[in-house]
T-cell receptor
Framework: DTAVSQTPKYLVTQMGNDKSIKCEQN?????MYWYKQDSKKFLKIMFS???????INETVPNRFSPKSPDKAHLNLHINSLELGDSAVYFC????????????FGPGTRLTVL | AQSVTQPDIHITVSEGASLELRCNYS??????LFWYVQSPGQGLQLLLK??????LVQGIKGFEAEFKRSQSSFNLRKPSVHWSDAAEYFCAVEGYGQNFVFGPGTRLSVLP
């Protein structure tokens, strides 16, 4: 059983398109996150949700919007994709905030052409 | 806000040799401290974490880390490296009520 799953694993698309990446966790956790890992392996938190409420919203472009239909899911929707959006996006979850272990999904490699 | 530095971008060691990966943080108090490992093409996995108490923390896969408040450091160590340890290692900090911040990572290569 996969604890944190993401789909798709790879996503290749044209500039200007809108795409979504799905994330699901079966750990019963209350907090979920989205991270972006650039080509230099630098990881930066984008969003986190705790009990379906956005609690961290980093200074990412508003083209990126997290959507959480329920506690087990946090999807990432991206509008008007740009070349600079190409990266690996990781979903993660933790029991709560404040020092809890984060469990990561396998990542989604997004390539914008 | 907290920050994390990992001074070594890339380290190469021989299999069986000892390993130390450096991590320094900046924060007004003692944050939560973590080490994660990312194998090629994979997500991140927690190796160990420090909250309070004993400053020497044991983790999985034979790793340990020592918190040194005076040096604002949380270095990762392993006495004998295995070829399967080749990966990217990330130190991370989380201040109270603050964001979770990763360091830039250290890539470990292991020579046979």
């Amino acid at each position: 059983d996969t604890a944190v799953s993401q789909t798709p694993k790879y996503l290749v698309t044209q500039m200007g398109n809108d795409k979504s990446i799905k994330c699901e966790q079966n750990l019963g956790h209350d907090t979920m996150y989205w991270y972006k890992q650039d080509s230099k392996k630098f990881l930066k938190i984008m969003f986190s949700y705790n009990n379906k409420e956005l609690i961290i919203n980093e200074t990412v472009p508003n083209r990126f919007s997290p959507k959480s239909p329920d506690k087990a899911h946090l999807n990432l929707h991206i509008n008007s994709l740009e070349l600079g959006d190409s990266a690996v996006y990781f979903c993660a979850s933790s029991q709560d905030q404040g020092g809890y272990t984060q469990y990561f999904g396998p990542g989604t490699r997004l390539t914008v052409l | 806000a907290q920050s994390v530095t990992q001074p070594d971008i890339h380290i190469t060691v021989s299999e069986g040799a000892s390993l130390e990966l450096r991590c320094n943080y900046s924060y007004g108090a003692t944050p939560y401290l973590f080490w994660y490992v990312q194998s090629p093409g994979q997500g991140l996995q927690l190796l160990l974490k420090y909250f309070s108490g004993d400053t020497l923390v044991q983790g999985i896969k034979g790793f340990e880390a020592e918190f040194k408040r005076s040096q604002s450091s949380f270095n990762l160590r392993k006495p004998s490296v295995h070829w399967s340890d080749a990966a990217e290692y990330f130190c991370a900090v989380e201040g109270y009520g603050q964001n979770f911040v990763f360091g830039p990572g250290t890539r470990l290569s292991v020579l046979p």
